[in-house]
């Protein structure tokens, strides 16, 4: 899913069109990006983006200087300065005079060479040759694809590379593969799971191959060599039982998991509750497989500034020359009228012209107002509009307005600023651009007066560092605007004399186009100009916390996630922040590391131990919260992390202050991989420095703010508020952890079960690897059940929306692992087992009533074990389920027909499955055992439930004290389906397990069991006369209905018995082999169903598909195969003793009308020379000769027995049979069974009952589980209305958050 929707992003960034100048006609082509080819002379107009890399030929300003965003290249906002070819420009100039209608006149000729692809996208090297000359080309005049065309109202250039030899495409990477942790424990579950399945596997090869020479020896499934396989038997039955339990395995269960995600994917990026009115965006889900890992963070690693801070910078107060102007920020400041705040100490800022010399006041108001990267642009109201690279530049130089210094424009090496009402213009020599790094900026510029200075501004330790003099008061200034929360900056400049600066400014031209080593030299070249800085002040910054941030922190807290915030800000900062959005807390025991001599208390090792010593003893009483400054973090992080991580792991709460980008990541790093067990970790954060930690993180989060989007397009969830961060963890979260557990339980659960059933059928076949289901009909199980769960997967949930929000505690359920663990597995392995043990005890004990209704053949019999599993495991789908819906009900719903659909399907598909559906939906008892199983494992699991009930065990719930069902956290009910579905706010139902559920629930089940097992147990008054002629006897029978006379092979045979009971017409008579194995694979596939269809075909056709197909006279056998070499031929005539009357047994309606409407003899049949028909073979069978296959008799045969205990019918009796009435049986024993061993042959007579045969058996069963059922019950019943106490059931209230902007706190 997520390689589609990044397959969609492509073409469409692909389809972008571009402007291409037609060379030889000089029109303009729109062509799509993909069409573009090297050499293309493109135009670009303003906040267009750049479609291919580009050498700038011209643009529209008079100095061929134009603008850049590349915030789609590296995440910066700032504007980067380019410059056409200056030779190319002055053409061009001269044709358009900056006018695009004129871009169609231009004409250039020459050649350009460029050096081959690269990821650099700072530096490039080429030349252009027009004219006969030769012009270098660097990385100024290098447009790069996707960067966008700001402040210049066009540009034109040539296409240097295209494709993926853009230098944005060579630096892109593959998405990062990131596994859940649910995933990685599913994926090692599977192995468990594989290496079951070759215990079973091998198990099982081993059993056949122990046995197979035994079994070979029983006449029917002789062959010789006819059958042997190429490879060696233990081998190629390792493979088939390999094969056949291959659905152990839920390979499904990924496939379906993908939708399921799909889907919650959907949920939480049209969630209401997660939309920013402001920005008008939603959430977004950039990696659609870690939607449930949210519901499992046990450490959330926070950036600061942009993250929990608005952005939204404000100059609240300065300090120059120890003079402090501006109001501390306060909560009550009333919004400004025109929306645009001011500088609140502009008359503090006059005062100080008064108390102090005026150049000092103007030379901080000229850095201000010149040191900065800012554009400005005039907009078509007249308006001055700027834009910054980071926003408190932005807020700075806005400020300096306030103070009489106002920026007006800057062009190329130009700069106009208007103070105290008078023009002055700079001349702009060199920019030591603002770095993570460096932490400072500066400027070497010359003023209109001639003088040159270099203007600087940055952190106050670097500032410090590279200062000749620290004033008295800075230090203590700056510890009483950081203890407000604000950011500060040191303000300083250097009069450099005027050759020292054009010394330095040549240097500086030479090192930007320098081809090697640039950052090098720039740097050295930065180190000699910073030194000797005179320091003019201090700025402090406010920067706003997002709304709602110090709710989620706390309830993220609550949810007992350990939240670490690392920062840039200093000490004082970050803790005044901390105690501002409940990081911090007055009754927190906090540690502080620092290097800085004024708040170290020792060496690093020194103070490590001591933080460790008072964690330890502070942790049994209270929180424990630890700040730490980068430069301790980066002696920690080299020679302690053990300790450390130890430490950090006592700690509720970790506050890292001055760190870099790169520290961000190892902290990361350290807790993810160092903490045991493994936790998982999300990182949140809002700009380029942020992306070190977000991939690092198991989960990264990326707030849409306004430091550009890096951090968004590298995390893998992208909010536009702090506060949504509870609704993505609290809500998705627990939901889809939740979901995704059951999901992947239930998975597992009806696949194990499917291959018990597979597995135990293994040993009741002779270990001959045939299957219990037709191939059809299980290849369609994974179909059947793969449907409803989805919708497990969509909707359930513990607890609603509201509640979720209420009960942050609620949480650890994922963080803890509770819904998917070990013991979960093995629960419901066990469970598995024991559901598999029910449908086999139902299906066994009714095995013989079936054959009395023709139901008991391989394909029916198969079939009903079939629907009482997929039953039985929808039934286990609803116990699992909470939620229920309308869509839940109908999917469900739907399954059951889909079950029956296709059902009929593989009837089509499989002609000895046509009829199947038609005689199960006509059977009473199928309906009894599909009732039966479900209701049986109900018993089991309510009984647990109740277990746990009365010793005070039971999973979390939730009660609620306030508030409405189904309520929005944030508005009101979603009105209209499609955004009920979408909000997940559908009407519903929410099943609790409590006393009163689950007493019901047992009432209910051991009811139903109770009447159903009564109705079964009423068939063991059907009337039976047994009669035993080969084998050892049978144990365990009636005397009075057991008659038991030894008759050889081959002989006639006369036996008397009686009959018991009366009987009346239709009397079934039926005979038994036990055992005789037409189950076994090779005997049931020995048949040409072509053949059987009337087709006689060659005799190569035959042996295709047959085993047993010609005689040891060559005569060819039709039809071939073991069914029809092994007809039962035994024939039975019944007499009164008292009169010596024949019984009439009627010998017609006794097989499937399906069938004998497609069993055909050929054309050919009877008389063709060369073949043996069936009727030579068996001449005594009656009827034979004349209607061939279609005779009833092979009919019946042709439908192989599911069990070794082939019972089936061979007539009806329509007169009524006297009990006591005295009967003599003639048997013309035919059927040889001698070398068969223990083979035992019977004729039964049965009168046929509304289930058909005696059901008795499983009757008792269900009389006493219901019995067990409603005794569980009743006790619950009657603790409920004791008032007994729920266990483990936490009360709340329902909470609604605010929507976003209805307050804010200060930082």
Not at 469 to 484: E, H, I, N, R, W
């Amino acid at each position: 899913m997520d390689d589609v929707a990044r397959h969609k992003a492509d073409t469409e960034v692909n389809g972008r069109t571009a402007v291409r100048i037609d060379m030889s006609s000089g029109a303009e082509v729109k062509v799509p990006w993909h069409e573009l080819k090297v050499g293309d002379m493109c135009v670009v107009k303003k906040n267009e983006e750049v479609p291919a890399d580009m050498v700038i030929l011209g643009s529209s300003d008079a100095t061929g200087r134009l603008f850049v965003e590349t915030m789609n290249l590296d995440g910066e906002t700032n504007l980067k300065g380019k410059a056409a070819v200056e030779k190319t420009h002055e053409k061009i100039f001269a044709v358009t005079s900056g006018e695009l209608a004129n871009v169609s006149k231009i004409s250039c000729e020459g050649n350009a060479v460029a050096e081959p692809p690269s990821k650099s996208i700072y530096s490039f090297i080429g030349n252009i040759t027009l004219g006969g000359g030769t012009y270098p080309l660097s990385g100024d005049q290098l447009l790069l694809r996707s960067t966008v065309l700001r402040n210049t109202a066009w540009a034109v250039g040539i296409v240097v590379y295209t494709g993926k030899e853009t230098r944005v495409v060579m630096n892109s990477r593959k998405a990062p593969l990131k596994l859940s942790s649910l995933e990685k424990a599913t994926n090692r579950c599977m192995l468990v799971i594989v290496a079951l399945q070759f215990v079973m596997t091998i198990v099982c090869a081993a059993m056949y191959t122990s046995t197979k020479d035994d079994l070979m020896k029983r006449w029917y499934l002789s062959t010789g060599d006819a059958d042997k396989l190429w490879l060696p038997d233990a081998l190629a039955y390792f493979l088939t039982f390999f094969c056949l339990y291959s659905n152990l395995v839920p390979i499904s269960m990924y496939s379906t998991m993908e939708i399921a995600n799909a889907a919650q994917t959907l949920f939480v990026s049209k969630d209401l509750t997660m939309y920013d009115s402001a920005t008008n965006k939603f959430a977004k889900v950039r990696s659609m497989n870690l939607v449930q890992e949210i519901g499992m963070i046990s450490y959330v690693f926070s950036d600061k500034t942009g993250t929990l801070t608005q952005n939204v910078m404000e100059l609240r107060q300065i300090s120059i020359d120890g003079e402090v102007c501006g109001k501390p920020p306060s909560a009550a400041d009333p919004p400004p009228a025109d929306g645009k705040r001011r500088f609140s100490g502009a008359e503090d800022v006059v005062n100080a012209r008064r108390k102090l010399r005026g150049t000092q006041v103007d030379k901080f108001a000229e850095i201000l107002a010149v040191c900065h990267t800012v554009v400005a642009e005039k907009a078509a109201d007249g308006e001055l509009k700027m834009e910054a690279e980071s926003p408190d530049e932005l807020a700075l130089v806005q400020a300096a307005v306030d103070m009489g210094w106002s920026f007006q424009q800057r062009n190329n090496d130009q700069l106009k600023v208007i103070a105290n009402g008078k023009e002055k213009r700079y001349q702009i020599l060199g920019i030591n651009t603002f770095t993570s790094a460096r932490k400072r900026m500066s400027m070497l510029v010359k003023r209109d007066t001639g003088e040159y200075v270099l203007l600087a501004k940055g952190a106050d330790n670097i500032m410090m560092g590279i200062s000749t003099t620290v004033p008295g008061y800075l230090k203590s200034q700056l510890y009483d605007f950081a203890c407000q929360g604000l950011r500060t900056l040191v303000i300083g400049q250097k009069i450099m004399p005027a050759r020292e600066a054009l010394a330095w400014a040549e240097k500086y031209t030479a090192a930007q186009s320098a081809m090697t080593n640039r950052d090098q030299q720039l740097d050295e070249l930065t180190a000699q100009a910073e030194q000797s800085i005179e320091i003019i002040g201090i700025t402090a910054v406010e920067d706003k916390l997002q709304d709602y941030v110090a709710e989620t922190i706390s309830n993220v807290k609550r949810g007992g996630v350990k939240v670490w915030v690392l920062t840039g800000d200093k000490l004082e900062t970050a803790r005044n922040i901390g105690f501002s959005c409940s990081v911090l807390s007055e009754n927190m025991e906090i540690i502080i590391m620092d290097t800085d001599p004024e708040n170290a208390t020792g060496s690093p090792s020194q103070q490590m131990e001591k933080a460790l010593q008072t964690a330890r003893n502070a942790q049994k009483n209270k929180p424990v919260g630890l700040m730490i400054t980068g430069g301790m973090l980066e002696t920690v992080l080299a020679d302690d992390g053990d300790r450390l991580l130890e430490l950090g792991e006592m700690c509720d709460v970790v506050i890292a202050c001055r760190v870099s980008p790169s520290q961000k990541g190892e902290v990361v790093k350290l807790v993810r991989y160092g903490v045991k067990p493994s936790p998982v970790t999300l990182a949140i954060g809002d700009g380029a420095n942020d992306v070190a930690m977000i991939q690092e993180a198991h989960v990264g989060v990326g707030i849409s703010g306004k430091e550009g989007t890096q951090a968004v397009n590298a995390a893998d969830f992208a909010i536009s508020q702090f506060s949504f961060l509870m609704t993505l963890m609290m809500v998705h979260g627990r939901w889809n952890y939740q979901r995704f557990s059951k999901f992947v339980l239930f998975s597992f659960h009806k696949n194990i079960v499917q291959c018990l059933q597979l597995f135990t059928y293994t040993f009741l076949c002779a270990y001959s690897g045939t299957s219990l289901y037709e191939d059809w009909v299980r290849n369609s199980f994974n179909l059947i059940l793969g449907f409803p769960v989805l919708f497990l997967g969509f909707f359930d949930r513990d607890s609603d929306r509201s509640q979720s929000l209420a009960d942050p505690e609620g949480y650890s359920i994922g963080r803890l692992g509770q819904e998917l663990n070990i013991a979960k597995i093995i629960f419901h392995i066990g469970q598995a087992i024991l559901l598999s043990m029910i449908i086999s005890m139902v299906s066994l004990l009714t095995y013989d009533a079936f054959a009395v209704s023709e139901l008991a053949d391989y394909y029916t019999w198969g079939t009903i074990c079939y629907v009482c599993l997929i039953v039985a495991s929808l039934y286990r789908l609803a116990f699992m389920i909470t939620t229920w819906n309308a869509i839940v009900v109908l999917a469900l719903i739907l399954t059951f027909i889909g079950l029956w659909f296709a059902l009929f399907v593989c009837g089509m598909l499989t002609t000895l499955m046509g009829g199947v559906v038609t005689q199960i939906l006509a059977s009473p008892l199928q309906w009894v055992c599909m009732l039966a199983t479900p209701l049986c494992a109900m018993v089991a699991d309510l009984v647990l439930d109740a277990v746990c009930l009365a010793f005070g065990y039971s999973n979390r719930k939730i009660r609620r004290t306030g508030g409405t069902e189904g309520a929005q956290s944030r508005g009101e009910r979603s009105v209209g389906l499609k955004q009920q579905f979408l909000q997940q706010d559908l009407p519903s139902f929410q099943r609790e397990r409590n006393t009163k559920t689950v007493g019901g629930g047992l009432l209910f089940s051991g009811t139903v069991l109770l009447l159903l097992g009564a109705a079964l147990m009423s068939t063991a008054s059907l009337p039976m006369a047994w009669v035993q002629y080969a084998g050892p006897p049978l144990e365990g029978r009636h005397a009075d209905e057991f008659t038991f006379k030894k008759c050889n092979d081959g002989s006639q045979c006369d036996i008397s018995f009686k009959i018991k009971e009366k009987m009346q017409g239709p009397i079934y008579v039926m005979y038994s082999v036990d055992p005789f194995y037409m189950n076994v694979n090779s005997f049931m596939k020995s048949t040409s169903i072509n053949e059987l269809k009337g087709t006689l075909g060659t005799e190569k056709e035959a042996t295709a598909a047959c085993i047993s197909k010609v005689n040891e006279h060559h005569e060819r056998l039709w039809p071939c195969g073991l069914k029809a070499a092994s007809l039962f031929n035994d024939t039975y005539v019944l007499r009164r003793m008292q009169d010596s009357k024949q019984i009439k047994i009627q010998e017609s309606g006794i097989a499937w009308d399906s069938d004998l409407r497609w069993l055909k003899n050929p054309k050919e049949y009877p008389n063709t020379a060369g073949i043996r028909w069936l009727y030579e073979r068996f001449p005594n069978i009656n009827g034979l000769r004349k209607d061939g296959v279609k005779n009833e008799h092979f009919a019946v045969w042709n439908r192989p027995a599911a069990l070794p205990n082939t019972l089936k019918l061979w007539g009806i009796i329509e007169e009524n049979l006297a009990a006591g009435e005295e009967l003599i049986l003639m048997v013309h024993s035919n059927f040889p069974v001698s070398q068969l061993g223990e083979a035992k042959k019977s004729l039964i007579l049965v009168k046929k009952g509304l289930f058909g045969g005696r059901t008795d058996a499983l009757g008792l069963v269900l009389v006493v589980v219901g019995f067990i059922g409603l005794v569980f019950g009743i006790a619950l019943v009657i603790a409920h209305l004791m008032g007994c106490r729920e266990p483990t059931t936490v009360a709340v209230d329902e909470v609604e958050m605010p929507l976003a902007g209805a307050s804010s706190g200060s930082a």
